[in-house]
């Protein structure tokens, strides 16, 4: 079964509430018999569960965010009253390292026909990260896509060639090229594409914007639309794309941001 049929899983895991930036909130909205209710923070929507504690929003909270005070906008989505409301939840603030790496200049300084191509790619990558399907996630526990040291953590603080950059959105995992990289959990692929930064890359949907990314892969072995189990092989690790070398960079997403990985990794329970 790939997605949980019922939306009450008593047993699900839920992942560990992590109420940082880059981190993920357990929201309680309301008891177990609540109605569903559609839930959206920073205008995105956000995953909702049914567990034997409540009816619960898990809330990605991009890096960027401010420590403070969170709002969820919050409708029923039946009744005669279609209530709409808001709930509040804290943030507290994180500081992640800094790491300073040397890339290749090419990546520094994009040619016009790259910096072209890198503009369809957004536009492909931001259409996948908003991706959403109804089915709640059979569980949140995540698997490794490959075992190997992990050679990045999330949240690095980027400094290429001496210039800040944007914040390290995944985990990386030291492996050659050649590697079978293994679906995290059970989704469906949702977009594969070679990107000018990513390189080979595969997204696959959990259910309710809970999506999974691997990329700098060297081959691709699924298509858009293909169901896949939990450890299926997706394709095998590479280096293409702006890499210092060959490594797997895995990314979660939640509600269209990129939050850490190993907060889903059983070992991080
Ligand atoms: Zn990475």
Do not use: C
Request: without cysteine; aromatic residues 8%.
């Amino acid at each position: 079964m790939l997605f949980s049929a019922v939306a009450f899983a008593q047993d699900i895991t839920l992942p560990r509430h992590a109420p940082y930036p880059g981190g993920v909130a357990v929201v309680k909205l309301g008891e177990a018999n609540s109605h569903p209710l559609d839930v959206t923070y920073d205008g995105k929507r956000v995953l909702t569960v049914k567990t034997a504690d409540g009816l619960l929003a898990v809330v990605g909270l991009p890096l960027e965010t401010q420590p403070g005070p969170q709002t969820l906008q919050i409708k029923a989505r039946e009744g005669a009253l279609k209530l709409a409301y808001a709930t509040t939840f804290e943030v507290k603030p994180k500081t992640y390292p800094a790491q300073h790496l040397k890339i290749s200049s090419r990546f520094m300084q994009p040619s016009a026909d790259d910096i072209e191509r890198n503009e369809r790619d957004q536009i492909a990558i931001a259409r996948a990260k908003a991706h959403w399907s109804d089915d709640a996630p059979a569980n949140f526990t995540l698997d490794l896509p490959a075992a190997g040291p992990l050679s990045a953590r999330f949240g690095l603080r980027r400094v290429l060639n001496g210039k800040e950059s944007s914040s390290h959105a995944g985990l990386d995992v030291a492996i050659g090229t050649g590697t079978p990289l293994r679906a995290a959990a059970a989704g469906r692929v949702i977009a594969t594409g070679d990107y000018f930064y990513s390189g080979k890359s595969v997204f696959v949907d959990h259910g309710q914007g809970f999506i999974t990314l691997y990329i700098h892969m060297s081959r691709i072995d699924v298509k858009e639309g293909d169901a896949v189990a939990r450890g299926a092989t997706l394709g095998l690790s590479g280096a293409t794309g702006r890499v210092t070398g060959p490594h797997l960079h895995w990314s979660v997403l939640l509600n269209g941001v990129y939050v850490d990985p190993e907060l889903f990794l059983k070992a991080a329970r």
